[in-house]
């Protein structure tokens, strides 16, 4: 018998609890939603030390151009070029 009071009890307190109020968005949120309707993506990759800005730079003009995309890579012992599909 306890527990079904106590099941009458919770389910009271569901009812009579407050309205609640929307949260407010934050800032970081609101840009997130604005990138996502704008059709990007946000990931989270793991890259070596020494090529970082170049990956930054590489999407930031990916983002900004939405004719480029990354198609090579440059060997730094040879000065060789390489595609990403090969």
Same mark, same amino acid.
């Given at each position: 018998?306890?527990? /079904?009071?106590?099941?009458?009890?919770?389910?009271e307190?569901? #009812?009579v609890?407050?309205v +609640? =109020? $929307?949260?407010?968005?934050?800032? %970081?949120?609101?840009? /997130?939603? /604005?990138m996502?309707? %704008? %059709?990007?993506?946000? #990931?989270? #990759?793991? =890259?070596?030390?020494? !090529?970082?800005?170049?990956?930054?730079?590489?999407a930031?003009? !990916?983002? /900004?151009?939405?004719?480029l995309v $990354? !198609? +090579?890579?440059?060997s730094?012992k040879?000065?060789?070029?390489?595609?990403i599909n090969?």
């Amino acid at each position: 018998m306890r527990e /079904e009071e106590q099941l009458e009890l919770n389910f009271e307190n569901q #009812i009579v609890s407050p309205v +609640t =109020v $929307p949260k407010k968005i934050s800032r %970081n949120a609101k840009y /997130e939603q /604005e990138m996502r309707r %704008n %059709n990007f993506s946000k #990931i989270t #990759i793991w =890259v070596p030390n020494h !090529c970082q800005d170049d990956f930054k730079l590489m999407a930031t003009l !990916c983002r /900004e151009d939405k004719d480029l995309v $990354p !198609c +090579t890579m440059r060997s730094i012992k040879t000065g060789r070029m390489k595609g990403i599909n090969q």
